[in-house]
């Protein structure tokens, strides 16, 4: 089955205390992206990555990390998290930049503490 | 640069009554958009899109959007509400192979009630 896996789907945890939420494809796409929702302001996108080891900055990329070193993973690093990173976040991939149908993962609630 | 706008953050319709949710875009260059849906305790699922083919475009479950350009919108109807209709609604724009910014832009979202 075509999908998009985050792990793991809720956390709590410490201001401080690093910590990686994983994003892996099976579908082959070279895009992949990781956005927060927050109540009133929809998603926003944190970074995006338009194939292996090219990632860029979206919207709101202060205080998170990727990396993209195979083509299926995708993960999301938050070094120092602080409450205001409190948030529910979604990875999604799509073939390719641009007009193609983007693919959301189940999403991650975060809660920093 | 690229915005959306959906007006009405809640929505409450009667089962078996038209929904229409509203969308307002603007971009700098011919958009393309779309459509999630998103249900409780779950990801965005594409409702539909529009990439500059036919202005009228169906999606899943009943949906459909009409593009008007001289109104820049691009609001989500369904002629007969379902129970299983209740959830949040997300409008998004793309400006497509862009140069390197973002791919699609969000709504702050609509979240649909049906009443029985």
């Known amino acids: 089955e075509a999908q998009v896996t985050q792990n793991p789907r809720y956390l709590i945890t410490v201001t401080g205390k690093k910590l990686t939420v994983t994003c892996s494809q099976n579908?082959?796409?070279?895009?992949m992206s990781w956005y927060r929702q927050d109540p009133g302001l929809g998603l926003r996108q944190i970074y995006y990555s338009m194939n292996v080891e090219v990632t860029d900055k979206g919207d709101v990329p202060e205080g998170y990390k990727v990396s993209r070193k195979e083509k299926r993973n995708f993960p999301l690093i938050l070094e120092s998290p602080s409450p205001n990173q409190t948030s529910l976040y979604f990875c999604?991939?799509?073939?390719?930049?641009?007009?193609?149908?983007?693919?959301f993962g189940p999403g991650t609630r975060l809660t920093v503490t | 640069a690229q915005s959306v706008t959906q007006l009405g953050s809640h929505v409450s319709v009667s089962e078996g009554a038209l929904v229409l949710l509203r969308c307002n875009y603007s971009s700098s260059v011919p958009p393309y958009l779309f459509w999630y849906v998103q249900y409780p305790n779950q990801g965005l699922q594409l409702l539909l899109k529009y990439t500059s083919a036919a202005t009228l475009v169906k999606g899943i479950n009943g949906f459909e959007a009409e593009f008007k350009k001289s109104e820049t919108s691009f609001h989500l109807t369904k002629p007969s509400a379902h129970m299983s209709d209740a959830a949040e609604y997300f409008c998004?724009?793309?400006?497509?192979f862009g140069t390197g910014a973002n791919n699609l832009f969000f709504g702050t979202g609509t979240r649909l009630t049906v009443i029985p």
């Open positions: 998004a724009v793309s400006e497509g």
């Open positions: 999604a991939s799509s073939l390719r930049q641009g007009t193609y149908e983007q693919y």
């Open positions: 579908m082959n796409h070279e895009y």
